[in-house]
């Protein structure tokens, strides 16, 4: 049989090779389109990402929120030596009652509420008062409560030591700390409170007490937690542990799949510290998740990576203000990190390298919006449901989501208004808002659905952030308020300790 002759049309040579180049010139395009698009958004964004921010206006004090402008009638900076600032400071406490000055203490100012601030009052801030030593054979570190964690951890560094418990940025005091008793990434562990061994606490009348679980452990559970209505903060002994040598395992899994993914991933006697966060890009909002664990990865050789500045700080924090309004940038986030970070990331990393590093790498610059923050404490049993309530409340609200980490937290056994009465996972939240009234309204009003949503699920609010919780929902998720600020009163009966938490919440509880 004669084989049939198929014709193939065939390109002159001349045109062939236009062909091929025509091809290559639109690869390179496109390539070059992929490529220029983040580097615009990127260097659109660093363009615009600079310090707008002005010195509030003299006689004024402002928080972390930029929300809450404040006259106050003086700041007072405590002397570093600890033998002047306690006379000075008691003879500062009785010269207020004699004038009838509210008083409120200040560290880093790092809520968001007014926690640090009164109207027409005096601030104590404390953040000169910031001296430490350490007991290396009790693991115990005795610090002034002025000090921030930034100028823990390098001293901590150099003698081998970690903090046992702290938020996951260094920008805070320790006083600050206590008084909203944080806690982050550290897995299995209650909140900061069950790291305090004891305080000195310098009281309304000037007198100086010490608190621990033995010795006044009343006060000693109220003050921790306690938003800084019982009095000042003197020192702190603070349990430590040694610093190591972790590494990360990631895993991106649709949220379905989260909570399975972490109880595989946590079944390891070398799971130390753990976190998640969510996909907040409007196509797949909330509906995966990066699950980060890391394991205690000691090194033969006894070495332990050096403390240094955080890396790629630049490009860090374009990619995360880029998002800011942006649903690319929100998308191009989330490939920055699902996609490049595990390409880029150290295997080896120490604990304190993971805790060395400020909220300033973030922060908000903009001159007409910021960042708020929110965060919820939710039950095993609840997350479905919460989760399907942020789905749903958010984008109704037109929130702009900027992040949502995720961290375990075990029950707290020593706080007196404390949040975690249960095993919890916490949802900390960052929103983008416009600095404007409608812009806090907005804010508000999706504020207190969400906080129905987590109260819904038998959870709780964070209180160190806006004060757009009703006096309701405030009571229904600290049932023991009543009380506690029956004892404020009996602790310090002319109320000499004050800010606008207990302004907005605890005024309304008086007889």
């Known amino acids: 049989m004669q084989k049939r002759h198929v014709h193939r049309r065939r390109f002159p040579l001349k045109l062939r090779g236009k062909t091929v180049k025509a091809f290559s010139f639109l690869a390179l395009c496109l390539i070059a389109l992929v490529v220029s698009r983040p580097l615009i958004h990127l260097t659109i964004t660093a363009w615009q990402d600079r310090e707008k921010l002005p010195a509030p206006p003299t006689g004024f004090l402002n928080d972390a929120s930029r929300m809450n402008l404040t006259h106050v009638k003086e700041v007072w900076s405590v002397p570093a030596d600890a033998k002047t600032a306690e006379l000075l400071l008691s003879h500062l406490l009785q010269r207020a009652h004699r004038e009838g000055l509210p008083v409120s203490i200040a560290g880093a100012r790092h809520s968001m509420g007014g926690h640090t601030l009164n109207p027409d009052g005096l601030v104590i801030d404390m953040t000169t008062f910031n001296q430490m030593s350490l007991e290396a054979e009790r693991n115990l570190l005795h610090v002034q409560s ?203 990393v120490s604990r304190n390298q993971l805790f060395n590093e400020g909220v300033e790498v973030f922060e908000n610059r903009s001159a007409d919006h910021t960042d708020i923050l929110h965060e919820y404490f939710v039950p095993r049993a609840g997350l479905p449901e919460f989760v399907a309530a942020l789905q749903e409340i958010i984008p109704r609200h037109e929130g702009d989501l900027l992040n949502v980490t995720i961290r375990q937290i075990e029950a707290d056994q020593d706080t007196f208004l404390r949040y975690a009465d249960q095993p919890l996972f916490a949802f900390v939240m960052l929103f983008y808002q416009s600095r404007t009234a409608t812009g806090d309204q907005q804010m508000e009003a999706m504020t207190v659905e969400l906080i129905d949503a987590a109260l819904e699920v038998d959870g709780c609010y964070y209180l160190p952030y806006r004060l757009h919780a009703t006096p309701r929902q405030f009571h229904k998720a600290y049932p023991q308020a009543e009380e506690f600020f029956a004892l404020k009163r009996k602790y310090d009966p002319r109320e000499l300790f004050q800010n606008q938490f207990y302004r907005k919440y605890g005024f309304s509880m008086k007889d």
């Open 146 to 348: 002025g000090a921030r964690w930034s100028e823990i951890i390098p001293w901590l560094d150099q003698r081998g030591k970690s903090v046992k418990v702290m938020q996951s940025n260094n920008s805070f005091t320790v006083g600050g700390s206590i008084s909203v008793n944080c806690h982050g990434w550290q897995y299995g562990c209650p909140p900061i409170a069950s790291t305090v061994e004891s305080f000195r606490l310098m009281r309304a009348d000037g007198s100086i007490v010490t608190c621990s679980r033995t010795e006044n452990p009343e006060l000693f559970s109220l003050v921790l937690g306690g938003y800084g209505l019982f009095g000042v903060i003197l020192d702190v002994d603070l349990q430590v542990v040694p610093n190591e040598s972790y590494r990360l395992q990631q895993a991106v899994v649709p949220v379905e799949q989260a909570l399975e993914t972490f109880d595989a991933l946590i079944d390891h006697p070398d799971a130390t510290l753990a976190f998640a966060r969510m996909n907040v890009t409007p196509d797949q909002f909330l509906q995966e998740v990066i699950i980060n664990v890391l394991y205690r990865e000691p090194d033969p050789n006894q070495r332990i990576p050096e403390l240094s500045e955080p890396e790629q700080a630049s490009l860090r924090r374009y990619i995360f203000r880029g998002s800011g309004g942006s649903a690319y940038g929100k998308k191009l986030r989330w490939q920055a990190e699902t996609k490049l970070q595990p390409h880029l990331q150290k295997q080896r």
